[in-house]
């Protein structure tokens, strides 16, 4: 009569959930940025971008205000739409606009670049900044 294992099976399939898990680790890092922001964050972010909407549109062909129209934002490198009149230090600055340099932005723009014509003292709670990204991401494709 042969014995049976029950925990083998619980084990065999461990193995194999992270055998899969490490396998996938670059891509799951790579797509970290996009696990973090849920369609949750994205709610609440509609609410903090209340203060952003003065200065800022976000959908193709809107206006530029006091601020430029954010559409395609995402992936572009700052100071990227034509006809707005940016400050010099961000025309210069060297950066694209992620989710890391948008929350360093949001944090306090004048610490990320300074010099920029922002006028903003920035968003403290770095939960709200990324809720706030995470509505823009959404809105700004």
Not at 4 to 33: D, S
Not at 114 to 139: C, F, N
Request: net charge positive; glycine share 6%; proline share 6%.
């Amino acid at each position: 009569m042969s014995q049976r294992h029950p925990k083998k099976p619980l084990f065999l399939k461990a193995l194999l959930a992270a055998t899969v898990f490490l396998m996938q680790m670059p891509a799951t890092v790579a797509l970290a940025e996009e696990l973090a922001l849920s369609p949750e964050d994205a709610k609440r972010g509609q609410i903090l971008y209340v203060q952003c909407k003065a200065c800022h549109t976000l959908k193709a062909g809107e206006p530029n205000r006091v601020g430029p129209n954010l559409h395609g934002m995402f992936g572009s490198k700052a100071a990227y739409v034509e006809g707005f009149k940016y400050s010099e230090a961000l025309k210069n600055a060297d950066l694209v606009w992620t989710v890391e340099t948008m929350d360093k932005w949001l944090e306090k723009p004048s610490n990320l670049v300074p010099g920029t014509k922002m006028a903003y003292m920035g968003m403290k709670k770095k939960d709200d900044r990324e809720k706030l990204i995470a509505y823009l991401k959404q809105e700004t494709k």
